[in-house]
């Protein structure tokens, strides 16, 4: 066997046995799959519902209070989606997206222009993962877990209900720590 063999075998063995170590230390993990509710009526989800609590993310990085979302059924079987919100200057901001079925409870959202819908990474997973038997209520997610949102009919959310919402988010992956609460000034004072 040349000399030239012997170093490149020992060499792949070395960053073999290297790599394994790194793994054993370091395991990679795969998500879990994300569970999503079994069913969902679209025109009942259809409908303005509010931001309770978010997950930081960069596209609603301006967003300071009064954030909602309001959902319409189109003809042909899309959903219109505009997300709106209140800045710190007490500027208004909204975004108009569309949303299409994927599956039962799973949907994808793009807020690029129609003309670059066919381009698969401009659609973000929208999963709803719980939903109150009322429609009163419902979280979204996605796979990765890097984003999280509970949305509610009303702009308040009673604790009681906040917080069996998050003791619950562990059994999907989620930390309820990372959770920003909407200040919205209805939630805070009541009627």
Not at 72 to 79: E, L, Q
Not at 111 to 136: K, R
Request: with cysteine.
């Amino acid at each position: 066997m040349p000399i030239v063999d012997a170093r490149s075998s020992m060499s792949a063995l070395l960053l073999a046995a290297g790599l394994g170590a790194v793994l054993a230390v370091f395991p990679v993990r795969a998500a879990a799959p994300l569970p999503v509710v079994p069913q969902i009526d679209l025109d009942r989800y259809a409908g303005q519902w509010h931001e309770i609590a978010r997950y930081p993310n960069f596209f609603e990085r301006m967003c300071a209070r009064d954030v909602t979302a309001n959902y319409t059924r189109n003809p042909d079987g899309t959903i219109r989606v505009v997300n709106a919100c209140r800045k710190d200057d007490g500027s208004t901001q909204s975004a108009e997206g569309l949303a299409r079925v994927v599956a039962p409870a799973k949907l994808e959202v793009r807020f690029a222009p129609a003309w670059l819908g066919f381009l698969p990474f401009v659609w973000g997973d929208y999963w709803v993962i719980e939903l109150a038997p009322d429609y009163s209520y419902a979280v979204v997610g996605e796979p990765s877990r890097e984003y999280l949102w509970i949305l509610a009919r009303d702009p308040r959310m009673d604790d009681a209900t906040y917080s069996r919402i998050t003791e619950g988010l562990a059994a999907f992956g989620y930390d309820a720590a990372k959770l920003l609460r909407n200040p919205s000034p209805e939630r805070a004072a009541p009627r």
